[in-house]
């Protein structure tokens, strides 16, 4: 009998990155909010940051517009974007802020994973100074 195929789980860089929780934002008004905070335009989407004034877990949303393509599109640059939240944020992002990750047209779904994550790095530098 064949062993069961196990996948390994990357442990968290740091102790103080596995504490960040990251939570997702649904209502619509939390993702208005954000659009009038900071932002910070990089070549694989748009960063939109708000603080909230508190020490309470990373809050993050996700959005493409039917500009980035139709569903399939659509579905997969959010899906990319998802995952280089999950991979970034707990290291560089902050406790209290709302951020916002923006899809764009034929660049986001198709864009170097590695370069998305650099792009998210980038733009949490330039949302805090």
């Not at 993702?31 to 877990?57: I, M």
């Not at 709302?98 to 660049?107: P, Q, S, W």
Request: net charge positive; hydrophobic share 40%.
């Amino acid at each position: 009998m064949a062993e069961p195929l196990t996948i390994p789980q990357a442990a968290p860089a740091s102790p103080e990155a596995a504490l960040l929780r990251l939570e997702t934002l649904t209502r619509r008004a939390d993702f208005l909010r954000a659009a009038r905070g900071r932002k910070a335009p990089v070549d694989g989407f748009l960063l939109q940051a708000w603080d909230r004034g508190d020490d309470g877990a990373i809050r993050v949303g996700f959005t493409c517009s039917r500009k980035v393509g139709n569903a399939v599109a659509r579905n997969r640059a959010k899906r990319r974007l998802r995952e280089v939240a999950r991979l970034v944020l707990p290291h560089h992002g902050r406790a209290g802020f709302d951020y916002v990750l923006v899809g764009r047209h034929e660049i986001t779904a198709r864009r170097d994973f590695t370069a998305l994550q650099d792009d998210l790095r980038r733009a949490l530098r330039k949302v805090h100074p």
